[in-house]
């Protein structure tokens, strides 16, 4: 059901390179000890892990190759990211915004290399910046409305 | 082509990522 992307060679080397993958089959009459406890509820589920097992994103349903390429970046970038790594973080986002722009995490990826750069540098002008690149050009974004308190900070 | 050379063991996937530094990338799957 979900081997589409995965026969994608851009994804294969992203994977290979970026990760360490990892398949665990999923049973519903009688559920795994891994689907009890990361509360898997839907297949295919995709969870982002660091190597102590603690879970940074997970994405629940089939995704299409460009939206699929685009979360393996972001969802690298959100490990970083909650590990406080900002520069590496930052660099994730960049990628997803740079070579992704219609997928659906690109938005995500500008609100949260707004957030990246202000945590480093801690000019709010960063944030700023998000909430103007939203607006500009995914309006209609979720991300655009979540960015709104940023709309008061001086450019 | 970078063919992915997928871990079962999710013990053994965590202890590759420590060694390699990595985050680990998991896939729930169901054959149906």
Redesign the interface.
């Known amino acids: ?2 081997a589409g992307p ?1 026969s994608d ?1 851009k994804v ?2 992203f ?14 009459k009688e559920r795994t000890e ?2 009890k406890q ?1 509360d ?1 509820a839907w ?11 603690r879970v ?1 994103r997970k994405l629940v349903g089939y995704i299409p190759v460009d939206d699929f390429l685009a979360q ?1 970046k972001f ?2 970038g959100m ?1 970083f990211f909650e590990k406080e790594r900002h520069e590496e973080a930052a660099k994730r986002f960049r990628m997803v915004i740079e070579e992704h722009p219609n997928a659906g995490a690109a938005p995500e990826a500008i609100f949260f290399l707004g957030v990246a750069e202000y945590k480093k540098t801690h000019e709010a002008s960063a944030l700023r910046r998000a909430y103007d690149t939203l607006t500009e050009k995914y309006p209609q974004s979720e991300w655009a409305r979540r960015a709104q308190p940023y709309s008061a900070i001086p450019k | 082509m970078a063919e992915i050379k997928w871990e079962r063991d999710f013990e053994m996937a965590i202890a590759k990522a420590k060694k390699e530094g990595k985050p680990v990338f998991h896939d729930f799957w169901f054959d149906g």
């Open positions: 059901m979900n995965y060679e294969q080397k994977i290979e390179e970026e990760y360490v993958p990892l398949k665990s089959q999923c049973f519903w891994l689907m990361f898997i297949t295919p589920t995709f969870l982002f892990q660091d190597f102590g097992g940074h393996l969802g690298k490990v």
